[in-house]
């Protein structure tokens, strides 16, 4: 079965660091991309972040481009995202899954985890 757990998130002053993990199962993670979304509230789940599944390649959207990180560790099936210089736009739910940019492979998602970022 496939499985996504999300970890990591907390409530982060603007300015700030967090670094955020994901634990994925189910499927062969050497052979497949990464990618993390966000939610912010009252919006859709956004995608902001791929890696490709050496590690070799990454894309990232301009919003967050110069400031996060996204990074693997095949030997230990996780996808990390080191976030700096947060600001309160960066509130949401941020969620990992399998695939490139728009195409994922899989419906299920995990729980995700929260991100605050507030004075």
């Known amino acids: 079965q496939v499985q996504f757990v999300e970890s990591g998130g907390g409530l982060v002053q603007p300015g700030g660091s967090l670094r955020l993990s994901c634990a994925a199962s189910?499927?062969?993670?050497?052979?497949?991309?990464m990618s993390w979304f966000r939610q912010a509230p009252g919006k859709e789940r956004t995608l902001f972040a791929s890696i490709t599944n050496t590690g070799s390649s990454t894309n990232l959207a301009d919003s967050v481009k110069g400031r996060f990180t996204i990074s693997r560790d095949n030997a230990k099936n996780m996808v990390y995202l080191q976030m700096n210089r947060l600001v309160p736009e960066d509130t949401a739910v941020y969620y990992c899954?399998?695939?490139?940019?728009?195409?994922?492979?899989?419906?299920?998602w995990g729980q995700g985890t929260q991100v605050t970022v507030s004075s």
């Open positions: 189910g499927f062969t993670f050497s052979s497949t991309a």
């Open positions: 899954t399998a695939g490139w940019g728009g195409f994922v492979l899989y419906t299920n």
